[in-house]
């Protein structure tokens, strides 16, 4: 199939030699890898890139990218069956499509890309489904994650927008919006227990808010960066701290500082159930 390209896109060769696709127009910038449809940069127009990216990340096919936006699909963390696939799923392995891409009225730029079911099949996911991710740059950027059961029984995932954000430094940083909201605790052996105020990072931390679909801000003392969502019933917030730093090859042993995630997710709880013929977006908008 051919596209036609506006002329704030352009195709290339990014790190590592994989396919990328660049956006520039007077709005902001984005860099976007097809494998994973991994956005690895975001940078409003006069300001500096929010998302955050490993100098140790991979480039390279069927390895996950360290940093920006890792979409999880369709289950969140470890293999739920225990068959030793890959953490966080298959749909950030695999190689995506570009299907569209549109200069909008309003001077943004909107990008998308599809996985096609075959790809993600191997190994493990035995039903028919149908996966876009839509990408939308402009002062903030929008990215919707779009899960359609295009099979003939239900359909249960996880998902979620993995993202990655840039910090002067995250023992500094606070977020606000999950206040009074319930989280698992993950590294305190899965305790449920309530954010009491803001959150501040004090060691490795690694949590699942949930129910909310509010917004959180990130506040670093430099800047205040914006984080809404839709269609997402949990907000993951994980930095790893030292020990957890060091032992990730892909990841900076001194990097933890300059980072932090929050992730617009659905799991735990509160998978995504799918019924023949229906469709879920997941949705994050930064800035
Ligand atoms: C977070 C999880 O979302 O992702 C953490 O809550 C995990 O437990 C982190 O360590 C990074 O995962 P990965 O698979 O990219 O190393």
């Not at 876009?132 to 402009?138: A, Q, R, S």
């Not at 501040?200 to 949590?207: H, L, N, Q």
């Not at 879920?280 to 930064?286: A, E, F, L, Y």
């Amino acid at each position: 199939m051919t596209i036609a390209i506006p002329d704030s896109v352009t195709l290339d060769a990014g790190k590592g030699g994989l396919p990328r696709v660049r956006v520039r127009n007077a709005l902001g910038a984005a860099e976007i890898y097809l494998d994973g449809a991994h956005v690895t940069s975001f940078t409003p127009a006069g300001g500096a890139d929010l998302l955050w990216m490993s100098a140790q990340s991979l480039f390279a096919e069927g390895k996950p990218i360290r940093g920006g936006i890792p979409l999880c699909w369709p289950w969140f963390g470890p293999d739920p069956k225990g068959l030793g696939r890959t953490g966080h799923g298959v749909a950030r392995l695999a190689r995506w499509t570009p299907v569209a891409a549109a200069q909008l009225h309003d001077g943004r730029t909107r990008i998308d890309l599809a996985l096609d079911p075959c790809a993600a099949t191997a190994p493990g996911i035995d039903q028919p489904f149908h996966l876009d991710l839509t990408v939308i740059v402009g002062r903030e950027l929008e990215v919707r994650l779009t899960t359609v059961n295009t099979g003939r029984s239900a359909l249960t995932i996880d998902d979620a927008l993995h993202t990655y954000f840039a910090v002067r430094d995250v023992r500094s940083t606070t977020i606000t919006g999950l206040e009074g909201i319930g989280y698992v605790d993950k590294v305190d052996g899965g305790a449920r227990k309530v954010q009491a105020g803001a959150i501040a990072f004090t060691g490795e931390t690694d949590r699942v808010y949930q129910p909310t679909a509010g917004t959180v801000v990130i506040d670093d003392g430099v800047r205040r960066i914006r984080v809404a969502k839709a269609g997402s019933a949990a907000t993951v917030v994980w930095n790893p701290w030292t020990a957890k730093a060091k032992a990730m090859a892909d990841f900076g042993d001194d990097e933890w500082p300059g980072m932090l995630c929050i992730e617009a997710a659905n799991c735990l709880d509160a998978p995504i159930h799918l019924l023949p013929g229906t469709a879920h977006t997941t949705t994050q908008v930064i800035g």
